[in-house]
């Protein structure tokens, strides 16, 4: 690993937590909650996180989670992935979280969050890291489901900066869920959506992101190459869009490294995110390294992909200063 990108200052602004249940954890955690899994090792248990196209990725995904049950349990989870973020000197980070995917087998909201948020507050205190949350709502779901899980969340706003829309964006597309992030704004929530790598109708959910649901921030959004108009509204707008180059290697037909390069010398406020470091084996430092190595990246540009994640961070800011 490159030292000058562990040593690098980090915002990591696209990483779902549930996707950083690592194996060991998942094991742990079922030992505690007393839920048998079909594998005995971390090896086996490892292995079983294979799959080869998002619908199989996600499937495995949702699974795991049946081992997260209580509190301490969500956490454990948010507090590991802090630890490794900071020894990564990640200094600021937005997380998803996916209430659904626990409200949905019978954990309640507060189970969730509380335990996220006491994880946020020990990490501030003991690591020295950053961290606030991003409630995403599963876009396979109903719009009637992300509407409850909405208010559902109100009593925890203060705990929440903004919402996400995440999972399987075939046949889901934005304007699905117009009402619904139409009240997270007014709620005060800030916006964001997956607009996913090569998905059908890419640009098009791009457009509506923009045009319809007026969006703070683009998860991926890499096809926005493919239309000039949008490339300069999203410009003139300032916002980021958090790429996740080891992501896409799994879930694309490759890491979309080249996209990066240009969306670079566009001026975007393109950065380098890990989505799901578990699963996909990499946390933010190993994805700066495999776009560093794919495009030779100067020091220079590995400071502006840094640069450009703080600048769409959801801080407080004075002027051009955020406040960290
Ligand atoms: C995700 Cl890779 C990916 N795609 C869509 N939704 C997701 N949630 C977590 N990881
Ligand atoms: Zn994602």
């Known amino acids: 690993m490159d030292e000058f990108i562990?040593?690098?200052?980090?915002?990591?602004?696209?990483?779902?937590?549930?996707?950083?249940?690592?194996?060991?954890?998942?094991?742990?955690?079922?030992a505690r909650n007393k839920i048998e899994l079909p594998y005995a090792s971390v090896e086996e248990a490892r292995a079983a996180y294979s799959f080869d196209s998002l619908s199989s990725f996600l499937v495995g995904y949702y699974e795991s989670m049946r081992v997260l049950q209580h509190e301490p349990d969500f956490y454990d989870l948010a507090f590991s992935y802090l630890e490794k973020a900071a020894s990564q000197n990640v200094r600021y980070a937005e997380i998803f979280f996916d209430p659904q995917a626990h409200t949905s087998r019978g954990v309640s909201f507060e189970t969730v969050i509380r335990g996220l948020r006491r994880a946020v507050l020990e990490a501030e205190r003991t690591l020295d890291v950053r961290a606030q949350l991003i409630m995403c709502v599963l876009r396979d779901f109903s719009a009637e489901y992300a509407m409850a899980t909405l208010l559902e969340s109100l009593p925890y706003k203060e705990w929440i900066v903004g919402v996400g829309l995440d999972s399987d964006e075939r046949g889901n597309p934005p304007v699905k869920f117009e009402k619904v992030f139409a009240r997270a704004r007014q709620e005060g929530y800030?916006?964001?959506?997956?607009?996913?790598?090569?998905?059908?109708?890419?640009?098009?959910?791009?457009?509506?992101?923009?045009?319809?649901?007026?969006?703070?921030?683009?998860?991926?959004?890499?096809n926005?190459?493919?239309?000039?108009?949008?490339?300069?509204?999203?410009?003139?707008?300032?916002?980021?869009?958090?790429?996740?180059?080891?992501?896409?290697?799994?879930?694309?037909?490759?890491?979309?490294?080249?996209?990066?390069?240009?969306?670079?010398?566009?001026?975007?406020?393109?950065?380098?995110?890990?989505?799901?470091?578990?699963?996909?084996?990499?946390?933010?430092?190993?994805?700066?390294?495999?776009?560093?190595?794919?495009?030779?990246?100067?020091?220079?540009?590995?400071?502006?992909?840094?640069?450009?994640a703080f600048e769409s961070a959801w801080l407080p800011r004075r002027g051009k200063d955020i406040f960290l």
Do not use: W
């Open 190 to 222: 800030l916006l964001t959506m997956h607009c996913d790598v090569d998905q059908e109708n890419s640009t098009e959910h791009i457009r509506q992101c923009l045009e319809v649901i007026g969006v703070d921030r683009i998860d991926h959004g890499v």
């Open 224 to 308: 926005i190459l493919e239309d000039p108009a949008l490339v300069a509204e999203v410009k003139r707008r300032g916002l980021g869009l958090t790429v996740c180059p080891v992501s896409n290697r799994f879930v694309t037909d490759g890491s979309k490294s080249a996209a990066i390069r240009r969306m670079l010398d566009e001026g975007l406020r393109v950065s380098v995110n890990s989505d799901d470091p578990a699963y996909f084996l990499g946390y933010v430092a190993e994805n700066l390294q495999l776009v560093r190595d794919e495009l030779d990246l100067s020091h220079a540009d590995l400071v502006q992909l840094e640069r450009n």
């Open 6 to 30: 562990v040593g690098l200052p980090k915002c990591e602004l696209h990483l779902h937590i549930e996707g950083t249940l690592e194996p060991e954890l998942k094991l742990a955690l079922a």
